[in-house]
């Protein structure tokens, strides 16, 4: 029976997120006795760095990066109550959030990743909010209203622009007002930022973002320290696990259902190509990697009931284990 599988009784159970918070507190706390100095990546970004080193002091950041991990969990819950993305227990994918970014302790300083999840989080599901809809036009606004300011602090964010629209398209949404309105949602925020640099006269300010969005770093494999590698193959088997039993059982789910998924799955293949073309930018978009990947782990685990998938679980939490002793013994 479903319940007799160590899988489902985690998976299905009323603890699981408790115990997955506990564990990621636990782990924490392990992390910065290990490493009371987490080594921080640092950015070439002047906007970011004017943040970072005027607003939040360095005793700040790991509690501030737990806060905003926090925030995104909240939000996974609700994308998930929202669009019923999974059938039953609508928090494995936060729990799974949660320790994935538990096992990274390079990701547990705050980073513009952070700022850029969030929003990315908030734009995934107005863009959600607009399929088949009547009149996409404001959803549309809004969606790409949260991209602009994620990418104020993360302007990589703006790549993701052209994704969304194809995504907008496969949910029926894209039409030329709802187009020009995410135009609109995206260019808001920098209207702002010009008036406030135009004001005080420091339009390098309103240059920034824009700069940085144009510089391509030279790729380099070595810019991948050991740790990145581990994490990114053992990201990648979930995913691939998880995104075959998404196409291959997707008669199963909804037609709605379908389709976010699949589009889940068409962003998460462009984040890993985009970090294996910009390897120095992992650290900013592992988070935003990890919300794609949460739900799709999230969706196979809960929904398989065999043999072999309560194999792969109990093999999965062995590497996630494993991959913990690891990322901690390359940052010592």
């Keep these: 029976m479903r319940s007799k599988r160590l899988q489902n009784r985690i998976t299905a159970g009323r603890f699981t997120l408790p115990a997955a918070i506990l564990l990621s507190l636990f782990c924490w706390i392990l992390t910065s006795i290990l490493l009371p100095e987490v080594p921080v990546i640092k950015s070439n970004y002047p906007l970011w760095d004017t943040i970072i080193d005027g607003y939040i002091p360095a005793w700040a950041s790991i509690p501030l990066s737990f806060i905003f991990y926090g925030v995104i969990g909240y939000f996974l819950i609700e994308l998930n109550n929202t669009f019923a993305i999974i059938r039953m227990r609508a928090s494995v994918q936060t729990a799974i959030y949660f320790l994935f970014i538990s096992v990274c302790p390079a990701l547990h300083p705050v980073y513009a990743g952070d700022f850029a999840s969030i929003a990315f989080l908030i734009s ?40 969304y629209w194809i995504g907008a398209y496969g949910f029926q949404a894209l039409t030329p007002k709802s187009f020009f309105s995410s135009l609109v949602g995206w260019t808001l925020p920098y209207w702002f930022l010009l008036g406030h640099a135009y004001f005080y006269d420091e339009m390098d300010l309103f240059y920034q973002p824009f700069i940085e969005l144009a510089t391509f770093h030279p790729i380099n ?14 990201l990648f088997v979930l995913y691939l696990v ?32 985009y970090i294996l073309l910009q390897p120095i930018l992992t650290i900013h978009l592992l988070p935003l990697l990890l919300i794609g990947v949460s739900i799709l782990t999230g969706h196979f685990v809960v929904l398989t009931n065999s043999r072999a998938s309560n194999v792969f679980f109990i093999c999965a939490l062995a590497g996630l284990v494993l991959l913990f002793g690891f990322n901690i013994w390359t940052l010592l």
């Design 242 to 273: 998880s995104s075959i039993h998404c196409l291959v059982a997707g008669y199963e789910d909804k037609i709605r259902t379908r389709s976010y998924l699949h589009f889940l799955i068409f962003l998460s293949f462009c984040i890993f190509v």
């Design 124 to 163: 995934l599901f107005f863009l959600f909010k607009g399929y088949q809809h009547p009149r996409p036009a404001s959803t549309m606004f809004y969606s790409f209203l949260f991209i602009g300011l994620g990418s104020l602090f993360f302007p990589q964010l703006t790549l993701f622009i052209p994704l």
């Design 221 to 234: 494999l070595w810019d991948f320290p050991l740790w990145e590698i581990a994490t990114l193959g053992y």
